[in-house]
């Protein structure tokens, strides 16, 4: 049994999620486990009608805000983009009477088409994954949030299913030791 003292919220947002093995085993391995609650936006909004007031009331109830999602050309899905836009705005987010956010965290779990090689001055990308991901980096600074390193999983077409499966694990594993722990898991990484 699951003693849960910190919660989790992962925004799932993968537009075609039924042709995504990675995303769908991330979604399973912690579908259901006492603290951590799967948001998956695109079921959720199918007409890109958010309800932001519903979405800020989750947030609240969360410590750990996981954003899940496919790398695409070098940023998030649509509807992640346009949740970031209406759900983080000022005077919750940022800015004046915006600190609903001040001291939560957020991490990212995404899947890349490239493999790691890809993502470097020598590959086909350039830059690496860490740069690349300096906007995700700047919105959990601009909301008073800690970034805590993400979870990225290269070459999502090559895997098997057992490396799959162990990066289904490593996740559950990530975000139940989260539960128990809260922060001190990223303790190592910082």
Same mark, same amino acid.
């Given at each position: &049994?699951?003693?849960?003292? =910190?919660?989790?919220?992962?925004?799932?947002? =993968?537009?075609?999620? /039924?042709?995504?093995?990675?995303?769908?085993?991330?979604?399973?391995?912690?579908?259901?486990?006492?603290?951590?609650?799967?948001?998956?936006?695109?079921?959720? /909004?199918?007409?890109?009608?958010?309800?932001?007031?519903?979405?800020?009331?989750?947030?609240?109830?969360?410590?750990?805000?996981?954003?899940?999602?496919?790398?695409?050309? /070098?940023?998030?899905?649509?509807?992640?983009?346009?949740?970031? #836009?209406?759900?983080?705005?000022?005077?919750?987010?940022?800015?004046?009477?915006?600190?609903?956010?001040?001291?939560?965290?957020? &991490?990212?779990?995404?899947?890349?088409?490239?493999?790691?090689?890809?993502?470097?001055?020598?590959?086909?990308?350039?830059?690496?994954?860490?740069?690349?991901?300096?906007? &995700?980096?700047?919105?959990?600074?601009?909301?008073? &949030?800690?970034?805590?390193?993400?979870?990225?999983? =290269?070459?999502?077409?090559?895997?098997? #299913?057992?490396?799959?499966?162990? =990066?289904?694990?490593?996740?559950?594993?990530?975000?139940?030791?989260?539960?128990?722990?809260?922060?001190?898991?990223?303790?190592?990484?910082?």
């Amino acid at each position: &049994m699951n003693e849960s003292k =910190h919660r989790v919220l992962i925004l799932l947002a =993968h537009p075609s999620l /039924y042709r995504s093995k990675i995303n769908k085993a991330l979604r399973d391995a912690v579908k259901g486990i006492t603290g951590i609650t799967m948001h998956e936006l695109y079921e959720s /909004y199918p007409d890109f009608y958010i309800d932001v007031r519903h979405e800020q009331a989750l947030l609240l109830k969360h410590d750990l805000l996981v954003f899940q999602y496919p790398f695409y050309w /070098y940023s998030v899905p649509p509807m992640l983009k346009l949740w970031q #836009d209406v759900v983080l705005e000022q005077g919750f987010a940022y800015e004046e009477g915006g600190d609903a956010l001040t001291g939560k965290e957020l &991490m990212l779990a995404v899947s890349t088409g490239g493999k790691a090689e890809a993502f470097s001055r020598g590959g086909n990308n350039y830059f690496t994954m860490d740069e690349l991901l300096y906007p &995700m980096r700047a919105t959990a600074r601009r909301c008073s &949030m800690i970034y805590r390193p993400p979870l990225v999983i =290269h070459g999502s077409y090559q895997q098997t #299913d057992i490396t799959i499966k162990l =990066h289904a694990e490593r996740y559950r594993d990530l975000l139940v030791d989260y539960t128990r722990q809260g922060s001190k898991i990223f303790a190592a990484n910082d």
